[in-house]
């Protein structure tokens, strides 16, 4: 399934000016793909460029949206994804203005409500982040 | 600071090997808006940027992630819930020109987000 835009908010609770994915390419029982281009109003924006804050949410909003396309797909509405754990991420680049962040994502573990999925963050094939990430999830 | 109004920093002391921030969280900030609509959580990504933007002070010059070893979030924290937080920060310069940082947010012994991280310069990636 693909979404964009406004179609996103079906998935995930997040609004502006912190929603950091443009793009679901795909949405898997395994995987997710997702993409966001960095514009001048992006709140993470400095100097001209995607802090590491910004890259690692947009990490955790795939991350959300993909632990919560299950409740989704069986009509529930979206449900809050909290960040519970980082573990072995590394951030490579800064991603500047105009740049898309291209995110593929793996589920690593699930179980009872905490879903743990490896993440790989690319501009313009180059990996600029890749990391672990445990995700929970509420009802909202 | 990143995210415009997100903190204030109320003062700052030295205790052993750490820097303790004690900082404000302002609940009016504009990231609340959407983090989540009429429900305001502090986003992790912020207090980690928060972290390090203590860390820059600590080292005198800006700094940036470059490595996370392990990030935990073992609390959920708001800023209605909890206005006033403290950051301590343990920063230790390596030999290559990056720091060690060791960091946790929380109040007296309760923490509610711990950091291991390897931190950068800002400058020295600027231009990769």
Do not use: W
């Not at chain 2, 600590?58 to 990030?71: M, T």
Request: hydrophobic share 45%; aromatic share 6%; glycine share 6%.
């Amino acid at each position: 399934m693909m979404f964009r835009g406004e179609q996103i908010y079906q998935l995930m609770p997040q609004r502006p000016p912190i929603v950091m994915v443009d793009v679901v390419q795909s949405l898997t029982d395994k995987s997710a793909d997702t993409a966001l281009t960095v514009k001048t109003d992006n709140i993470f924006v400095e100097n001209g460029v995607l802090r590491e804050a910004g890259m690692i949410e947009h990490i955790a909003q795939t991350a959300a949206i993909f632990a919560g396309y299950p409740a989704f797909r069986d009509g529930g509405q979206p449900r809050l994804g909290y960040i519970g754990e980082l573990r072995k991420f590394k951030i490579t680049a800064l991603p500047r203005l105009a740049d898309t962040l291209v995110t593929h994502l793996d589920l690593v573990a699930e179980a009872a409500g905490v879903t743990l999925v490896e993440a790989h963050t690319c501009v313009a094939g180059n990996c600029v982040a890749e990391g672990q990430m445990k995700v929970f999830l509420k009802d909202s | 600071m990143l995210i415009k109004n997100y903190y204030t920093i109320l003062d700052r002391r030295t205790d052993s090997s750490a820097e303790v921030f004690r900082v404000s969280l302002n609940k009016d900030c504009d990231v609340y808006r959407g983090h989540f609509p009429e429900k305001p959580v502090c986003p992790g990504v912020c207090n980690m940027q928060m972290i390090v933007e203590c860390a820059s002070l600590v080292a005198g010059a800006g700094l940036r992630i470059g490595s996370i070893k392990q990030c935990r979030l073992t609390t959920l924290v708001t800023p209605v819930d909890y206005p006033v937080v403290e950051v301590r920060v343990t920063l230790l310069p390596s030999d290559d020109g990056s720091y060690h940082l060791e960091a946790t947010i929380g109040q007296a012994a309760d923490v509610y987000l711990s950091l291991k991280a390897e931190l950068l310069k800002l400058d020295a990636i600027a231009n990769d």
